[in-house]
């Protein structure tokens, strides 16, 4: 089975997909990513799907999960790169993502999870 | 069943055949009052070429040998060929199917005049089955012809339509608009949410406004498909702002009682771009007027 990398960048975690998820290296990125989350202390989780094509539900209710999960854990998710076949196909089955913040690129994504962490600081 | 039948009815032939052979002018001049045409009309020559046309493809279909109408065999190409040139110029001079098949139709009486009245009842029968047959298969190929033909201008139009009222523009650095024309249906939906999340993901733009001045009305089934997009533009991580909202459009979203889920709505586009350049950092301000001098 496929394990998907997660590389530490400062304060946050950078997952890149580059493979068509099975539901069970779904299911390991999800267990690794908070087991991750949690060991390091990270504040933010930056997942990038460009590179895929086919997004199903069981991906889109992970995805989702991740995010929640991630909260619960005090980390900011933000999802990147997301193709716009795989954008229409996630309304066509009625997951909007409610909760899982957007970005067009990892450049982008990384400047939203920058600025949550000064804000989080400037609170502090 | 249809080559069992042909077979005793081979000997039969001969009476339409006989009237085929004849002179085709007079069949195409009984066909033509048959047809009830007002001979002062201005159509009413090329009415009669096409008749003469289409009986001289008769009689060498006839000669071939069959007067059994089948679209397929190459006998009847050349009639199907006079046909298909009818019903087109027919539809182009925008007259309905029915008078078209009513034309063709006329000439089952015009053959039936052509029969030998002093034969025997069966073998009369015979003939009238033949021709009746045949006209009947000649009238439903025209008006099959005539629906292609008005199906396929349709066709383009609809595929036309759709492809002029979606074009994505680029307002500003950064924010898209597409200014959505005609009811929103899930097909246009489809072509706008494909062309707009396209020009996102190739702008890199952050922003995208929908103008719906241009939609005349707003019902639950149109705002479901705003909400696609609007839902599909976050999933990309880009916003959105709905603009162009009349009045009574903004009445009827309240009173059906739908939910935008905090999408940003202006009254007009000139608001939503003000919004845009407020949201990624821009100012604008008024500078002194400057006068173009002619010449």
Redesign the interface.
């Known amino acids: 089975m496929n394990r998907i990398p997660i590389l530490q960048m400062g304060g946050a975690l950078l997952v890149t997909i580059q493979i068509d998820m099975e539901d069970q290296t779904a299911l390991a990125l999800q267990d690794d990513l908070v087991a991750c989350i949690a060991a390091k202390g990270a504040h933010g989780v930056l997942i990038d799907i460009s590179a895929l094509e086919m997004v199903d539900s069981f991906i889109g209710r992970m995805l989702a999960s991740i995010s929640a999960i991630a909260s619960v854990l005090d980390a900011k998710t933000v999802v990147v790169g997301m193709r716009p076949a795989v954008a229409i196909t996630l309304v066509e089955l009625g997951l909007s993502l409610h909760g899982v913040r957007t970005a067009l690129n990892v450049a982008r994504g990384m400047a939203i999870l920058q600025e949550a962490e000064e804000q989080a600081h400037r609170v502090d | 069943m249809v080559n069992s039948a042909a077979t005793p009815m081979s000997q039969g032939h001969h009476a339409l055949g006989d009237i085929l052979k004849h002179d085709t002018g007079e069949l195409a001049n009984r066909w033509l009052i048959a047809a009830a045409l007002d001979p002062s009309q201005e159509v009413f020559q090329s009415f009669a070429a096409e008749a003469r046309v289409l009986v001289g493809a008769l009689k060498s279909a006839s000669a071939a040998g069959t007067t059994r109408f089948d679209i397929d065999s190459p006998a009847w190409a050349a009639t199907r060929t006079a046909l298909e040139s009818l019903s087109a110029s027919r539809a182009a001079r925008g007259e309905s199917a029915g008078a078209t098949s009513a034309f063709v139709l006329a000439l089952k009486v015009a053959l039936f005049e052509g029969l030998d009245t002093s034969a025997d009842g069966p073998s009369l029968m015979r003939e009238v089955g033949l021709i009746t047959q045949m006209v009947d298969g000649m009238a439903q190929w025209t008006v099959t012809t005539f629906q292609r033909t008005r199906e396929a201008i349709i066709a383009r139009q609809q595929e036309e339509l759709l492809e002029l009222s979606t074009p994505v523009i680029k307002l500003w650095d950064g924010v898209l608009a597409v200014p959505m024309i005609g009811t929103l249906d899930s097909n246009r939906t ?1 072509v706008v ?2 062309a707009l ?2 020009r ?2 190739d702008t ?1 733009a ?1 922003l995208a406004i929908i103008d719906i001045t241009g939609v005349p009305t707003v019902d639950t089934l149109v705002a479901q498909h705003l909400l ?1 997009t609007v ?8 916003d959105c702002i709905i603009s162009g909202i009349r009045p009574q459009i903004a009445q009827t979203i309240v009173h059906l009682g739908i939910d935008l889920q905090g999408v940003r709505t202006k009254a007009t586009l000139a608001d939503a771009l003000a919004l845009a350049l407020r949201q990624t950092g821009y100012t604008v301000t008024k500078g002194s007027v400057v006068t173009k001098v002619a010449g």
Do not use: N
């Not at chain 2, 839902?231 to 880009?238: D, E, K, S």
């Open positions: 489809q949410m494909e999340l396209q996102i993901v890199e952050s696609k839902t599909a533009i976050r999933l990309m991580g880009a």
